[in-house]
């Protein structure tokens, strides 16, 4: 796992947007992961203006969801593929039918979570996916306990994580859904790249977590241990507990100018 520890967000920011611009470039067919929450906001900023400025195009790219609420009508504000559309695709050129997620407005729940997972694997799977992680240390929605080797599925959300959440409605913990369908840790963890971004100081203690390990199903953010290649992208304040990290500090600014993140 690589860890980078920059100034400020927006720093990290410069860093996710190069290697999802390398991978725009270099794939003729590039498929991102992308994940909601107010983490990757200034990724996605920067993959704006790069777009904006033609440095990159979104044009022969696939993105998928991590994870939708359930019962909140197409178009609902803080649906996730509303929230999406909102911060990134319909700022740039990817086309409008190129866009997945999973189907939380239908009973059938359990085969809409199947048909995601066939959707991720006719692609041939996701090369790039971005991460947050909650205050819980939850990937996606895989909440603590979530199995290491889950798939796409129901989960029902912790009030932790409802409490959190419901800073984007007023502030009203009711008007968050209880259920999700969320990629399940198995999922996420075959994605070619993982990129974990995460700032602030409400974030210290699972990244270090996280990070440290052990690798435990109270902490999903650990399951990164069982990937190839994971890289977290961290401000200084999310590092703030983190042992090592002058090491990590040192091997970032040291690293050969042809080996990316
Ligand atoms: C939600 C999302 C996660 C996200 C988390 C953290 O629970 N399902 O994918 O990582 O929020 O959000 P934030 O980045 O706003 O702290």
Redesign the pocket.
Known sequence: MEIVITPDPQAAAVVAADAIERLLLNNTEPVLGL??????LPTYQELIARYRSGRITFANGRAFL??EYVGLEVGHREA?RTFIQRELTDQVDLPANALFGPDGNTVELATAAERYEQLISDVGGIDLQL?????DG????NEPTSSLGSRTRLKT?TDA?RT??ARFSDDDISAVPRH?L?QGIGTILEADHLIL??S?A??ARPIAQAVVGPLMAMMPASALHLHPHATVIIDEAAAEELSHSDYYREAFANKPAWQHI
């Open positions: 994940a909601t929450g107010s983490s990757p991590l994870d996730y991460l947050g992680i909650g205050s939850h990937i996606g929605f959300l994580t959190d959440n999700v969320t971004l995460a602030g409400s974030k």
